[in-house]
């Protein structure tokens, strides 16, 4: 599930949204309201039920050897997500949706880039697209998903790594 040429996505639980307004979404540092999406790289981080913590790392150009070893593991891909035990019927059975918007209504935000942002009401180019079975599109596109008790050990050792990451709604991850 991924935005063909000239398009972005915005992943929701939510098949019935019309027209997407700029808000400020109450788990943003930022204050300004935007319409929130992301590209083809960036995708995989929303193949998740919305509420679902989840740490996600991947090889970049600085990435040694030794951390991709140490966290990845040998033979398993470039990629890994983690979740908890506690989310993973939630992500067995949530109905995600995708929806395609015109690329030219956002520009990218963050420092590298993380996702796209409209400072401007935007339509949708079609009807939702239901996201299937998030098990499978991990499988096709090579990431790795762990299932663990918490978090928190695995994403200390991301963040200290030379990996590139992304934690989203750590604030639900047990203590």
Not at 43 to 53: L, M, Q
Request: hydrophobic residues 40%; aromatic residues 10%; charged residues 25%.
């Amino acid at each position: 599930m991924r935005p063909e040429q000239g398009q972005v996505l915005h992943f929701s639980e939510d098949p019935t949204i019309e027209r997407f307004a700029p808000h400020v979404a109450p788990t943003s540092a930022r204050k300004e309201a935007y319409v929130w999406a992301v590209g083809h790289d960036r995708c995989p981080d929303y193949w998740f039920p919305r509420a679902c913590p989840r740490a996600m790392a991947w090889v970049g150009p600085r990435t040694t050897q030794e951390d991709r070893s140490r966290i990845i593991g040998a033979g398993c891909g470039e990629r890994v997500h983690a979740i908890e035990y506690g989310w993973l019927e939630a992500l067995r059975k949530v109905e995600l949706y995708a929806y395609r918007l015109a690329a030219a209504d956002f520009e990218p935000i963050g420092d590298p880039p993380n996702a796209m942002v409209s400072t401007v009401p935007v339509t949708p180019l079609g009807p939702p697209e239901r996201v299937g079975d998030l098990f499978e599109l991990h499988e096709e596109a090579g990431i790795q998903l762990r299932v663990l008790p918490s978090l928190w050990p695995f994403w200390d050792e991301v963040i200290e790594s030379t990996l590139e990451f992304s934690g989203i709604r750590l604030r639900n991850a047990r203590r």
